[in-house]
Each structure stands twice: as structure tokens, then as C-alpha cells.
């Protein structure tokens, strides 16, 4: 089992910067992958970011140049570094684990509890 502890969250104005930090612990596996995603009141749930073990990112076209995803390796936590942040960008923060089972042949995914971000004047 994998536990995802996330924090950063908060209220902020247009415009403004929060960084959120996701810290995993547990049975981590060398290879694996991790990510944010958000979901806001009435919309399903999206990817913001994703990050490979070798740092390989991905980014929805709404934040792009905007939030930047890292990881340390070294304490098994991955970062999202909001800028310009917009009053679109008020969600449910949850950060996700996954790794993939070659003997399985699938995917195992952990999420956190989630963090609120709301962006507003």
C-alpha cells in the first residue's frame, strides 16, 4: 500500500503562486510514475501534470507555461508549482501514484486525500 500525504492548498488571488507538495510513503516502487489531477464542483475529474522517474512531464493545455511538476526522487515527493493562477484554477487538488506490474500486466494507482485550491478575489 502506498499513502499519499498532499499540502500547500489554500486561498489565493488571481494572479498569485501556491506551490503544492505530495509526499508518498510505503511500498514505493523504483519505477513509477506521478501526477495531478483536479476536479472542480460539477466537472469530472482531470490530468494537470504527470511526471515520469526520469522526469518526462506532461501538461493539460490549460496550464501549460503556467504550472511547472517536479519530483524528488530522494524523499519520494512530487511538487506542482502554480503561477498566474486563475479563478478556472479553483478545484480539488489530488495527487496520484501509479505503478505497473510487468507480471500483472497493469497498472496500480493511489490517490491522496486531496487539497483545496481556490483562486478568488
Known amino acids: 500500500q502506498v499513502q499519499l500525504v498532499e499540502s500547500g492548498g489554500g486561498l489565493v488571488q488571481p494572479g498569485g503562486s501556491l506551490r503544492l507538495s505530495c509526499a508518498a510513503s510505503?511500498?514505493?516502487?523504483?519505477?513509477?510514475?506521478m501526477g495531478w489531477y483536479r476536479q472542480a464542483p460539477g466537472k469530472q475529474r482531470e490530468l494537470v501534470a504527470s511526471?515520469?522517474?526520469?522526469?518526462?512531464?506532461n501538461y493539460a493545455d490549460s496550464v501549460k507555461g503556467r504550472f511547472t511538476i517536479s519530483r524528488d526522487n530522494a524523499k519520494n515527493t512530487v511538487y506542482l508549482q502554480m503561477n498566474s493562477l486563475k479563478p478556472e484554477d479553483t478545484a480539488v487538488y489530488y495527487c496520484?501514484?501509479?505503478?505497473?506490474?510487468?507480471?500483472?500486466?497493469?497498472?496500480?494507482?493511489?490517490w491522496g486525500q486531496g487539497t483545496q485550491v481556490t483562486v478568488s478575489s
Open positions: 496520484k501514484y501509479s505503478h505497473y506490474s510487468d507480471y500483472m500486466k497493469h497498472e496500480y494507482d493511489y
Open positions: 510505503g511500498k514505493i516502487f523504483t519505477l513509477n510514475g
Open positions: 511526471i515520469t522517474i526520469i522526469g518526462s512531464t
